[in-house]
């Protein structure tokens, strides 16, 4: 191999890698970093409800920031989900344990 088509397979495969850290670092900066708290994590989000997941083994007692107010804790026993409700108009930040 020529040392120009070496530099060449060099110079491309480094921008290869370059490209799949972009993507990643895209990919984990679209992810909510404070949407774990604890065991619990949002697993989703209905028009009414907001689904809470136990990441845990344990049950736990948990809630979500839904536009400054908080519904009532519910216990979720451990790798299940348990959900709380929301208004329709409202926007559900983070889950959290009680």
């Known amino acids: 191999m020529s040392n120009l088509r070496r530099a060449t397979a060099a110079i491309a495969m480094a921008a290869v890698a370059g490209a799949a850290t972009v993507i990643g670092s895209a990919t984990a900066a679209t992810a909510d970093p404070v949407n774990r708290t604890g065991c619990v994590d ?57």
């Open 42 to 98: 949002i697993s989703g989000v209905g028009s009414t409800t907001v689904w809470i997941y136990n990441q845990c083994t344990h049950t736990v007692s948990a809630s979500a920031e839904v536009d400054g107010w908080d519904p009532d804790c519910v216990n979720i026993p451990g790798r299940s989900t348990g959900h709380v409700p929301k208004d329709p108009t409202d926007t559900a930040y983070y889950a959290y344990e009680c």
